[in-house]
């Protein structure tokens, strides 16, 4: 069973930045795709961005698309994500999530496992 701590959230200004991190037990980490998610108050948890195990593929929705950028260290056993130009609708739990096989998830459905999230404020 493999785990993922989160780490790096915290209370930003508007316009700030957060890199929050995920790190992972076990073995194979390159061979798992990790996703970020979040859940902001009184939403459903929603797609933010995506990594395949590579690291070579990486996908974002429009509304996080040229401020949030996703990377990952094998090495490390560990998937950033790095929060630019942060919005007070950017405000909530990130969760990070992994899939077993190297491809990319982008949906709830497709996740194995996930973090135990992190909280991120932004403050207008």
């Known amino acids: 069973q493999v785990q993922l701590v989160e780490s790096g959230g915290g209370l930003v200004q508007a316009g700030g930045s957060l890199r929050p991190s995920c790190a992972a037990s076990?073995?194979?980490?390159?061979?798992?795709?990790m996703g970020w998610f979040r859940q902001s108050p009184g939403k459903v948890r929603e797609f933010v961005a995506t990594i395949s195990g590579s690291g070579g593929v990486t996908s974002y929705p429009n509304s996080v698309k040229g401020r949030f950028t996703v990377s990952r260290d094998n090495a490390k056993n560990t998937v950033y994500l790095q929060m630019n130009s942060l919005k007070p609708e950017d405000t909530g739990v990130y969760y990070c999530a992994g899939k077993l096989g190297s491809r990319w998830p982008r949906t709830e459905s497709e996740i194995d496992f996930w973090g135990q999230g992190t909280q991120v404020t932004v403050s207008s």
């Open positions: 076990g073995r194979f980490f390159s061979y798992y795709g």
